[in-house]
């Protein structure tokens, strides 16, 4: 799996989280949350962006993203479950990872591209229930930027 850094380029999920360790080791005294969230663009075919950022409380943040072109997801309720499925998969690796470097304290937040606004409003329940099911955090439009500001831009 191959990530993006816009500031640094290609890089491993590895050298990712080595990145991510090194921000936090930067400035330990500081409070952080990692964030995961998929959006996805349909056209000929379905392009699934999943962002990864590193959010430094109040002092700004770092980010991350894949992308995995698919064929196309004509069904919406398919796509939302199939982008939730990819960010929980990232957010699980991602927190096996954490616990392994010892911080396992440190918070992955799920950001789902949903909201009361539009045709996702009946799915809502259901994802956040698979996201919290799993043990993750889950955030909605507006509060899911992840997914709808970061992985959104990339997708397009």
Sequence with gaps: MIFISPSKGKMSFEEMMQ??????????????????????????ETCLVTAVIVHRKGKGARFFYHKKIQRKIKSLRQKIFYETSLSLELGAKITNF??????????????????????????????????TGSGFAAKIKPDSFAASSVADRYSK
């Design 19 to 44: 990145d991510i360790l090194n921000y936090i080791n930067g400035l330990p005294s500081s409070s952080y949350k990692i964030v995961v969230g998929t959006d996805s663009q349909v056209r000929k």
């Design 98 to 131: 954490l616990a392994q470097s010892g911080l396992d304290q440190l918070s992955v937040e799920i950001h789902i591209d949903v909201g009361y606004q539009g045709e996702t409003r009946e799915l809502i329940r259901e994802v956040v229930g698979m996201v």
